[in-house]
Every structure is written in structure tokens, then in C-alpha cells.
């Protein structure tokens, strides 16, 4: 079986689009979204884009999801949200259905897979036992044992924190798959993840950001401008973005 891995798009239809025209010929069995999929400026886009496709498909839910339905049900968001955050969350949420409310509403946290050779696969969007809680590269071990000390698979596909990355703890391998539509990385693109019989690769789909920026900037989302200069044409580094996450964990 053959999976592709799709965490983090953030509501960058040409970023999906590009990955989507890669799979054509990488064919894979299953591809799996890992949540956070409408926060950003083409929500209702992307959603639909997503269902239409008709291959196997799966998801699980990300905070960005979650949080997009509390703001369509007008209860109050998290108080430790910025107010760009919530400004942008009560966006997303304004330009969706109730089906997309509702299909958004039942995802569930986690998944488990089976692959040959790599045995019971966990996919979970930030840790197995919560959506938004952040681990880096460098986070200490000490810490990550705790974080995943009641994970019973071998392997373990996280995303979240938008950094593709490793982690060997113990018997568990740790893959983050980066982002789709917001990276952080040295090069601009979509980033994703292939597991395969035995394996896995983390890829990176190349697409014309300008273009994409130009389609993105008609979306009509307040905070484009700055979604375009930081998400698609400079991007964070893995090292900046790594220093702010650990920042912020240790503020959790």
C-alpha cells in the first residue's frame, strides 16, 4: 500500500492542486488530509476541490478545523488566540456551509493504518493526544518521552508545526510531514509524504508561486497580503521557525 501524506494546507488551493497533479503519477492506495485543511484564504475552495476527488481518501481533524467551527457556531474561541487569529478564524468560518461545518465537525483525532513492513502506522495532526501541541527537531527526548508515552505503533505521522522532520524515540519513528500550503523550509513548495511497503520519503511539489499568489490575492481573505509574502514567497527557515516554536511551547 502506498500512502500520501497531506497535513497542513491552510486553505492554498494551488499548492493542493499541484500535489494533486503529482499523485497522478505516483498513484497512490490511500491519501490521508491530517487536518488543519480550510485555515487560510481559499477555504470553501479547497473543501470542494477535496471532494471531488475520487480516489481513497481520509482525514483527520486539525485545531484550525476545530477552532473554524467554534467560530461558525459562535461560541467563544481559545482566550490565548491572537486577535489576527481570531479575526482570521471568524473569516474562514463566514465563507463555509453548514456541510462543510458539519463535515468539518466530525473528523476524527486520529487514524491507524496498516502497511506491510512498517506494521500499524498512528496519524495524528500535532501529538496522539492533542491537536495543537507543538514538538520540534530539537526538542528534548526527555519531553517527547512523555509526549508519546502511551503510543503503541512503531511509527508515528505527526504535522502541525509545518517542519518536515525525524525523530527516533526508542522503538518509535517520528515523521512530521510538513505543509502543503504554509512550509517552513529552505525552499519554497508544497511539502508532503510518501510511505510505501517498508519505507517513506519526504517530497516536496514545486509549483508557480506567482501565479498562485495572483489567484490567491482574489480570494477576498483580509489578511492575504500577508499570506502570500510569508507563506509562499518567503517562507520561514526551518532554524526561525524552529527557535519560535520551541518559544511557544515553552509558553504552553
Not at 502506498?2 to 499523485?23: R, S
Not at 525525524?166 to 517520528?174: D, M, P, S, V
Not at 532554524?239 to 511557544?248: D, H, P, V
Request: glycine content about 6%.
Amino acid at each position: 500500500m502506498k500512502i500520501a501524506a497531506l497535513y497542513d494546507i491552510h486553505g492554498n488551493l494551488p499548492a493542493l492542486n499541484a500535489i494533486l497533479k503529482d499523485l497522478e503519477k505516483v498513484k497512490p492506495d490511500l491519501i490521508i488530509f491530517g487536518g488543519d485543511i480550510v485555515s487560510g484564504p481559499m477555504p470553501r475552495q479547497t473543501l470542494e476541490r477535496i471532494f471531488s476527488l475520487t480516489d481513497n481518501i481520509r482525514f483527520i481533524r486539525g485545531n484550525g478545523d476545530r477552532e473554524v467551527v467554534t467560530a461558525f457556531d459562535n461560541y467563544p474561541l481559545p482566550p490565548t488566540m491572537s486577535e489576527k487569529g481570531r479575526q482570521k478564524t471568524q473569516w474562514v468560518a463566514e465563507q463555509l456551509t453548514r456541510p462543510h461545518r458539519d463535515f468539518l465537525s466530525e473528523l476524527p483525532e486520529t487514524l491507524t493504518i496498516e502497511v506491510d513492513g512498517l506494521g500499524d502506522i498512528l496519524f495524528c495532526h500535532a501529538t496522539p493526544r492533542s491537536d495543537d501541541e507543538i514538538f520540534t527537531p530539537v526538542t528534548s527526548e526527555e519531553r517527547l518521552s512523555k509526549i508519546f508515552a502511551d503510543v503503541k505503533q512503531e511509527v508515528v505521522i505527526c504535522g502541525h508545526t509545518h517542519i518536515q522532520f525525524e525523530r527516533q524515540l526508542g522503538n518509535i519513528r517520528i515523521l512530521n510531514a510538513g505543509s502543503v500550503g504554509m512550509p517552513f523550509a529552505e525552499q519554497p513548495g508544497a511539502y508532503w509524504l510518501l510511505i510505501y511497503p517498508k519505507g517513506y520519503k519526504f517530497c516536496r511539489t514545486t509549483y508557480d508561486l506567482k501565479s498562485a499568489a495572483k489567484e490567491i490575492i482574489k480570494s477576498g481573505d483580509p489578511q492575504v497580503n500577508e499570506f502570500v509574502e510569508r507563506n509562499l514567497l518567503n517562507i520561514p527557515t526551518v532554524t526561525q521557525a524552529t527557535e519560535f516554536l520551541e518559544r511557544m511551547s515553552r509558553r504552553k
